[in-house]
């Protein structure tokens, strides 16, 4: 495929941004405009043991980089793997990072940076109240982010969510500055990624995008974005899934997962607020399990976000015979979850049972991304849903 026809561009929102096929050749001129040396790379163990990876890490060393890799991290990052990563990052006199994966590798790096000269454990840094100001900006190290997967948006985000082993709970970890000061978005670098991957990325991007909007409050430049993002996403996640060496497909699908995790400043909601507890107690990828939720908690909150459903349906053009706005966004979400081949209930994935799902309610209610859901829910509402979730009910 001719790559030089894909989209390419470079932007400074929400922060430094170059997109565009074979861009990642661009790495080491930007690791040495930060003044960098030594330059500790962040990556996952599956990222780690690609071809392409390895030419990554030429460039650098043929940039006169003194580079160690650090790839110790679970899919649902833990307090002990950025330890380890704070331990390789101190160890090697380290004087930048370089994030290299999907969300896992993201979110643990950005904690190394953030924890890297500042005081206290992980969770010392929770979003909750005013922890932040724990931390002195000046001693945050800065980062370079390469997505390699288009769902997170991990690589724009100021926060991680990292596996709290009192509670098995996801927690959220935030300061503005643990957003990467640069990101170098290689669509080249997705084609490898497996179909069933590439579906449930896209659902998580999908879902930030979707919830961002539904969250209330006045936010038109969130609203804005989140609507793009859901529109390129209408308009190429199939075509991804379907042709993962799709260049232009792969381009829009790393710009709506970034729109994705820049609009969702306003706010998530009850989608996320379920996704993390069942994520930390039995590992369900992210976004395979917002996926399941997404039509269950469209239900719930259908009087407050109908006619944003009915603004999104006209937006993507969805078919007028699928009836108002609401019932249309939700035939076309039911239809994709159902062409990527995604699952309808929580039924029948490893280790969840309606017991545990009444047991983590209060870790969904105690969840931040509950503040931004346009309807309240009480710890009964909670269950419900839950529930609803592992018997596919609609109703």
């Known amino acids: 495929m001719n790559t030089l026809a894909t989209p390419r ?25 930060f003044g960098w040396r030594r330059p500790l790379v962040v990556t996952d163990p599956g990222v780690a043991k690609l071809p392409w990876f390895s030419a990554v890490l030429n460039s650098l060393r043929a940039a006169a980089m003194e580079i160690a890799v650090w790839s110790d991290v679970d899919p649902n990052p833990t307090e002990a793997n950025v330890e380890s990563g704070l331990a390789a990052f101190r160890g090697g006199n380290h004087d930048g990072i370089v994030l290299v994966g999907g969300g896992s590798a993201m979110d643990a790096g950005k904690c190394i940076a953030l924890l890297a000269k500042n005081p206290g454990t992980v969770f010392d840094y929770e979003d909750v109240g005013d922890n932040w100001k724990r931390a002195d900006p000046a001693k945050i190290v800065p ?40 990101v170098i978005a290689d669509p080249e670098l997705t084609f490898g990624l497996p179909p069933w991957l590439t579906a449930a990325t896209g659902m998580d991007a999908l879902a930030h995008c979707f919830e961002a909007l539904c969250a209330p409050g006045y936010h038109p430049f969130a609203d804005g974005v989140a609507l793009e993002g859901l529109r390129l ?27 994705g995790a820049t609009a969702f400043q306003k706010g998530l909601g009850l989608v996320h607020a379920l996704s993390h507890p069942l994520g930390g107690a039995t590992g369900l990828h992210h976004g395979t399990a917002n996926a399941i939720f997404l039509p269950y908690v469209m239900v719930f909150n259908r009087e407050q976000i109908s006619q944003k459903m009915a603004r999104l349906a006209r937006l993507l053009d969805l078919p007028r015979g699928d009836g108002d706005g609401f019932d249309a966004v939700m035939r076309w979400m039911l239809r994709l979850r159902e062409e990527l081949g995604l699952p309808h209930t929580l039924q029948g994935q490893a280790g969840i049972t309606p017991e545990l799902l009444r047991q983590l309610v ?3 209610a105690a969840d931040p991304s509950m503040g931004g859901n346009p309807r309240p829910a009480s710890h009964a509402e909670l269950e419900m849903v839950f529930l609803k979730a592992y018997h596919g009910d609609l109703g």
Not at 176 to 182: S, V
Not at 239 to 247: E, P, T
């Open 143 to 182: 980062s370079i982010a390469v997505p390699t997967t288009a769902g997170t948006g991990s690589e724009v985000g100021r926060a991680s969510v990292i596996v709290d082993p009192r509670d098995h709970g996801k927690k959220i970890i935030f300061h503005a500055k643990m957003q990467p000061a640069l």
């Open 362 to 364: 209060p870790q969904a």
């Open 233 to 259: 996403i209408h308009d190429n996640l199939l075509l991804a899934f379907r042709h993962g060496h799709d260049g232009t497909a792969r381009t829009h699908m790393l710009a709506a997962s970034a729109m």
């Open 9 to 33: 561009g470079n932007s400074n929102y929400p922060t430094a941004y170059r997109i565009g096929c074979g861009r990642i050749s661009e790495l080491p001129e930007a690791c040495a405009g």
